[in-house]
DNA sequence: GCTGTGATTGAGACTCGGTCTCATATATAC
DNA sequence: GTATATATGAGACCGAGTCTCAATCACAGC
């Protein structure tokens, strides 16, 4: 569903990570990589509980503080963006590899519908320009009531 | 800063919160009544445990329980919006009153830019059409760096 | 390849925002 | 005024996320 760009020129996730931390002074690990791994490995929105059960899973015994750790480094190097705060913690996805796109929320189910629209990214350019604002990323959800819990109210 | 709308014909935010409590079948109570007076005395960005302080500086002993109840009520009747989750919790603003807005969020000094728009409410229009999605709101933060950030960084 | 050392990990204690419980108080219907 | 269902307050509780510190490990320098 989500619409990837093409791969054929690009680093793989792996290198970006490992240049991102060493440029920080930072050393790239077994436990941090294999993170990243199991991060780029699904393609669904995600918090850190599921990622860790996950790993588990996998048979890697990775600390909660290890992945509680690792999130921040990957969200700042840009490979991962948070996505929302809902249920009392933060939901994440991989965004590298992918174009960017925005998310709708249905209020009545709780489904996600993401959406690629460029006028967004026009829009924000110009607020950019106007506010003298070097803008590094955006979040732009809507939220409302997808057609089948429209139907449900009435 | 915040641009206000003309209020000369508009019911006051209480007159707002009593009608939306009356039809949900709920009470309206003098602690949900000071905790909306206070939200709306002040027009800057805040977190519940601010606004605690601030009844509390008021002489009013009204309970943490009570407030944490009330907010969601107060976002569910349209007066007041979450603004952004940061340091760990949630910060909110009102908006009865106000035209929409979005944030600009300096990633630098932290500071927020309010910014008004309105070809991302064109925008925001045209996502729900295609997507057949009744739209009730939506939240667009840009984050960036801040002109004075950009200096200090070179 | 070995060594030294500073970064990283893991286990679990800890913090703190937010929720829940339940006895008491109170708004509204009659 | 009375009945009753809703709201409040105090504090216990929950759970996401952070911190601590001893043990481990990545990597630079030899």
């Known amino acids: 569903m989500r619409p990837s760009l093409n791969h054929s020129k690009m680093k793989s996730e792996l290198e970006v990570f490992r240049e991102f931390l060493e440029q920080k002074g930072m050393r790239s690990t077994p436990e941090r990589e294999a993170i990243l791994t199991e991060v780029f490995a699904h393609h669904d929105h995600f918090d850190v509980e599921e990622l860790i059960m996950r790993l588990r899973h996998q048979g890697l015994r990775i600390s909660r503080?290890?992945?509680?750790?690792?999130?921040?480094?990957?969200?700042?190097?840009?490979?991962?963006?948070?996505?929302?705060?809902?249920?009392?913690?933060?939901?994440?996805?991989?965004?590298?590899?992918?174009?960017?796109?925005?998310?709708?929320?249905?209020?009545?189910?709780?489904?996600?519908?993401?959406?690629?629209?460029?006028a967004v990214e026009e829009v924000e350019k110009r607020i950019g320009q106007d506010q003298q604002f070097e803008i590094t990323g955006h979040k732009l959800e809507i939220y409302g009531y997808c057609q089948a819990c429209q139907e449900k109210k009435d």
Chains 1, 2 share one sequence.
């Open 65 to 118: 503080a290890s992945v509680y750790r690792t999130m921040p480094l990957l969200v700042e190097s840009g490979l991962v963006q948070e996505v929302f705060f809902e249920d009392g913690h933060m939901h994440y996805e991989h965004i590298y590899g992918h174009e960017h796109h925005c998310h709708l929320r249905c209020l009545g189910c709780r489904k996600i519908i993401e959406f690629r629209n460029g």
